[in-house]
Nanobody, 120 residues
């Protein structure tokens, strides 16, 4: 079954760092772009970062630029999101997604999400 599986979420204090992982079940789950998004309770899904799987080029939303780092390991089909200086506003379910177009919409492949909770 082709799928993405996120892990690494948890409960941390404000100011802490956390690294999320997204493992693709097989190579065919990898698309041109792998991205990370999050959704907080009662809010719309928010784009965070994306990486071009082939070139390694990255793109970030301004809200996380300088604090979050997306990376990938082609050998293990794993994408990462390193997050630093977390604040309570970062509390959300974090999703990774695979997209050929980089749109990260409902037509793309999504993981089940991992919960990140940041306490004050």
């Amino acid at each position: 079954q082709v799928r993405l599986v996120e892990s690494g979420g948890g409960l941390v204090q404000a100011g802490a760092s956390l690294e999320l992982s997204c493992v693709a079940s097989e190579r065919t789950a990898i698309r041109r772009f792998m991205g990370w998004l999050r959704q907080a309770p009662g809010k719309e899904r928010e784009y965070l970062a994306a990486i071009d799987w082939s070139s390694g080029s990255t793109h970030y939303d301004d809200a996380v630029k300088g604090r979050f780092t997306i990376s990938r390991d082609s050998r293990t089909n794993t994408a990462y999101l390193q997050m630093t200086h977390l604040s309570p506003s970062a509390t959300a379910v974090y999703y990774c997604a695979a997209s050929d177009e980089g749109r990260f919409d409902d037509h793309d492949l999504w993981g089940q999400g991992t919960q990140v909770t940041v306490s004050s």
